[in-house]
C-alpha cells in the first residue's frame, strides 16, 4: 500500500506547516471580527474613542456635525428617519469614513420607544447629540401635535433610554425660538422665554424635561439655543437640501438660493417700516461650520451633574437688506426683490449676546463674513441642483 513519509519530502512539510500556521491565524482573526464573535463595533467601548449617537444626523445641521465629530475621531451612530434629511448625506460621509466602526446609520423614528430602546441596548454610546426635530415655525402653527409629539415627547423618549441604558452626557438642540419677542437686545440666557409659536414653545418644553430630569441624576446636560443658521460645508461636500415641499415654509438662505437659481421669480421681503437701520427685520446669522464647533466645545466641556445653557450665535444682527445684498454678491444674480407690508408675528430685532458661551466654553464664531458664508453654500448648490438626489451643476 503506497504512503509518502513527510520526513522524506521536506518541501511538502513546510507548506503543511505554512498552511497550519495561516489557519491558526485565520481563526484568531475571525474570532476578533464583529461576525464571529456576533458583536458590533458599535457595542462596544474602545478607549479614547467617543461614540456619539446623533440624531437626525441625515439633516441639514446633523449631518455637518456628524463629519465633524467623525473628523475628530469620534465613533458616530446616525438615528433618523429620514421624513426630513437625506440619505445622500450619509453615502458622502460613508464615503468619506468607510472604516469599520467609524460610522453606522439607523433608520428609525424617534417615536418608536421601542425601536429606541433596542438601538440604546445593541450599542454603547458616550453622548448623545439631538438634533432630530421638525423644525419651521409657519408649519408649527399649522400642525403644532405634530411638533409637541417630534420635539418634546420624542426628547422623552431619548432621555429615558438615556437613564435606562445609563448614557450620561447630552448636548440639545434648542433655539432662539424659545424667547419669543424679548423686549431687550441682545438676548442673553437670563433673557425670560415666553415663546409664542408651538414651534418655540416645544422646544422649551423639552428643555423644561431635560433641566428637571438632569437635577434628578448625574447626566452632563448642555442645551444650546441656536439663533439663524446659514452656510455649508467649506469643503463642499455636505449642503442644506430640504424637501421642495417645504421650500415655502423656507429659511431666507433658502429662498435666496431659489430666487437666484430661477425657481422662484424673487424675493418677498416683508416689513420695511420697522424701527431698524434700514427698516427691515435684523436676525442674528450663525455659519454651520461655528454651530457644529460650539457642538464639539459643549461636549468636550459637559460634567455630571451640570446643566450648561447657550445661545450660539455671532452677537451681530443683520438686516434682511443687508443679507439680500451679500446673497445678490454670492451668487452673481440680481435676484429680484419685492418689498411688502409686515408679517404678522415678526419681530423687528434678534441678536444673540454670545459672551457666556465665550466665557465658558471658549467659543466665538468665526464664520461671520455673511457674503462668504452664502458663497461657499452657492458653490454647493449650484452643484447639486436637485439637492443630494442628483448632482447636475447649474449656470450662473
Ligand atoms: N436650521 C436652523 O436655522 C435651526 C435654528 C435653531 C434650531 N434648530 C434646530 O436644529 C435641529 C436640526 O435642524 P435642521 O435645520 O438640521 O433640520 P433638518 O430638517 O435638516 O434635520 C432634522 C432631521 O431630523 C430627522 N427627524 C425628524 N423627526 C425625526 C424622528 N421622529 N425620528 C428620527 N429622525 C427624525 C429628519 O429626517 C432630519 O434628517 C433641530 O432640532 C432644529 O429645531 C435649527
Known amino acids: 500500500m503506497d504512503f509518502f513519509d513527510l520526513r522524506k519530502q521536506p518541501h511538502l512539510l513546510g507548506k503543511v506547516v505554512v498552511a497550519v500556521l495561516l489557519i491558526v491565524v ?23 474613542v467617543t461614540h456619539v449617537l446623533v440624531t437626525g444626523g441625515a439633516g441639514y445641521i446633523g449631518s455637518h456635525a456628524t463629519l465633524r465629530l467623525l473628523k475628530d475621531s469620534c465613533r458616530v451612530t446616525v438615528v433618523d428617519n429620514l421624513s426630513r434629511g437625506n ?7 460613508q464615503k468619506l469614513f468607510p472604516e469599520p466602526g467609524r460610522l453606522q446609520f439607523i433608520f428609525a423614528d424617534l417615536g418608536d420607544a421601542k425601536a429606541v430602546d433596542c438601538i440604546f441596548a445593541q450599542n454603547t454610546f458616550d453622548a448623545v447629540m439631538h438634533f432630530a426635530a421638525v423644525a419651521y415655525v409657519g408649519e408649527s402653527t399649522i400642525e403644532p401635535l405634530r411638533y409637541y409629539h417630534n420635539i418634546t415627547s420624542n426628547t422623552l423618549v431619548i432621555l429615558e ?36 409659536n408651538p414651534y418655540g414653545k416645544a422646544k422649551k418644553m423639552a428643555e423644561d424635561i431635560i433641566i428637571d430630569f438632569a437635577k434628578t441624576t448625574d447626566l452632563a446636560v448642555m442645551i444650546l439655543r441656536y439663533f439663524n443658521v446659514i452656510g455649508s460645508d467649506p469643503e463642499g461636500r455636505l449642503g442644506e437640501a430640504p424637501r421642495p415641499e417645504l421650500r415655502e415654509q423656507g429659511r431666507i438662505s433658502g429662498a435666496c438660493f431659489d430666487a437666484a437659481r430661477g425657481i422662484i421669480p424673487g424675493l418677498k421681503v416683508k416689513g420695511t417700516d420697522y424701527s431698524t437701520r434700514d427698516g427691515t427685520c435684523i436676525r442674528d446669522y ?111
Open 161 to 196: 433610554s438615556m437613564a435606562k441604558h445609563g448614557v450620561k452626557t447630552l448636548i440639545y438642540s434648542s433655539t432662539c425660538a424659545t424667547y419669543g419677542e424679548p423686549e431687550k437686545m441682545p438676548i442673553t440666557e437670563e433673557t425670560p422665554q415666553s415663546p409664542i
Open 286 to 396: 450663525i455659519d454651520v461650520s461655528d454651530l457644529v464647533d460650539a457642538h464639539v466645545k459643549a461636549l468636550g466641556k459637559a460634567k455630571p451633574k451640570s446643566i450648561g445653557i447657550y445661545n450660539v450665535g455671532t452677537g451681530k444682527g443683520r438686516s434682511v437688506k443687508e443679507f439680500v445684498e451679500a446673497c445678490k454678491k454670492a451668487t452673481g444674480v440680481e435676484i429680484k426683490v419685492d418689498y411688502l407690508g409686515r408679517r404678522p408675528g415678526d419681530y423687528a430685532e434678534v441678536y444673540s449676546d454670545p459672551s457666556k458661551i465665550k466665557r465658558e466654553l471658549n467659543w466665538t464664531a468665526k464664520y461671520t463674513d455673511l457674503e462668504k458664508s452664502l458663497r461657499i453654500a452657492w458653490t454647493w448648490q449650484k452643484s447639486h441642483r436637485n439637492g443630494y438626489s442628483t448632482a447636475s451643476p447649474i449656470s450662473s
Open 87 to 93: 440619505i445622500g448625506a450619509i453615502k458622502v460621509l
Open 26 to 48: 485565520c481563526v484568531f482573526i475571525l474570532k476578533q471580527s464583529p461576525a464571529f464573535t456576533g458583536t458590533s463595533l458599535f457595542s462596544r467601548r474602545e478607549i479614547g
